[in-house]
Structure formats: C-alpha cells, structure tokens
C-alpha cells in the first residue's frame, strides 16, 4: 500500500513537473500541443493522483503500524501462556512426587 501510494505521488508530481518545464508560454506537454482543455484535466488528473497517493500511504501506514502491534502483543501474550503452562507443567511434576511419596510411607 505504501509503495502504490508512493507511485502515485511520483506519477502526479512528475505530470506536473512535465507540463511546468516542457511549456515555452504555450501550451505543449512533453513537445506535444494540446489544448486548453487537455491541460487542466492533465492538472486535475496529477492533483487528484498525488492526493489518492497520499491517502493510500497513509492507509497503508497505519494498516502497518496495527499489524506491528498486533504482532508484538501477541508474541507477548504467547511468551507468558508458555511461562505459565511450564510453571503448570513443574506444579503437577512435583505434585505427582508428592503423592508418590505418601504412597510409599
């Protein structure tokens, strides 16, 4: 999700910066003469790219930075039902060596 909306920031920025640096005071995009018309659709489709991008990478982020906790607090919570299910495993061992040796008296 970051890398798209990285791509689509780089994609808008780069029409934009195409149109500001190929045109001589006329209206040409990339050597090529387009109308009017075609120039503000081509800065309302890199304005609408750049933010779409943005809004992605921010999705994309958050969606990531969730998944890290997520993962972090169930490793946390693992490591303590294994600590817990040890301590159990000790308690009946010498549970059972309790009761063997009432046995043997």
Do not use: C, P
């Amino acid at each position: 999700m970051v890398i798209l909306g990285l791509l689509l920031m780089l994609g808008g920025a780069l029409v934009v910066l195409a149109g500001l640096f190929t045109a001589d005071g006329t209206a040409q995009f990339l050597g090529t003469d387009v109308s009017a018309a075609a120039v503000f659709f081509f800065g309302v489709a890199a304005g609408v790219a750049v933010l779409w991008g943005f809004s992605i990478m921010k999705f994309g982020t958050k969606r990531s930075i969730q998944h890290r906790r997520d993962a972090k607090k169930l490793n946390e919570l693992s490591r303590k039902l294994d600590r817990v299910e040890s301590e159990r495993a000790e308690d009946d061992t010498d549970t059972r060596e309790e009761h063997r040796g009432e046995h043997s008296l």
